[in-house]
């Protein structure tokens, strides 16, 4: 049996436009917070699963949003919210980062990137670690 596959059919799209999305997504990462007398306290961390439980779509569906010039803006940026809340994690300490930096390898394009002593660092490494010393010398004034 052949299945033939017709452009323009198969399950309609869940949201019709990237207001509904968006609305769905700040749902979410409210969701992962609760007030605390006058103070927000965060009570789970953001992740891809939970956003797409939340707003009823799998990993895939998120994806294929994405790809759609109308949802990209919104998707690209809840898919960031939740890149940096891991790189905060990381960062913060007190924890294994092993479970961040895997996520942040498989997820957010992280790399290790070894160098021997004949390699010179890329121009975009250099920006960064200059930005980060401007940053150390304003913190000790």
Known sequence: MTVKLVKGKGRPMRYKNAS?????????????????GNSRVRIKPYTITGLGLAIGLDRGQLIDYGKREIFADVVRWSVNTIREDVEARLLEGGKSAAGAIFWLKNNAGWMD?????????????????????KSAIADSK
């Not at 021997?116 to 200059?130: A, M, Y």
Request: glycine share 2%; proline share 5%.
């Open 20 to 36: 509904e999305l968006k609305a769905a997504i700040d749902a979410y990462f409210e969701s992962c917070w609760m007030v605390d």
């Open 113 to 133: 990137s070894p160098r021997d002593s004949k390699d010179t660092p890329k121009d975009e490494d250099k920006g960064l670690r200059q930005l980060f010393a």
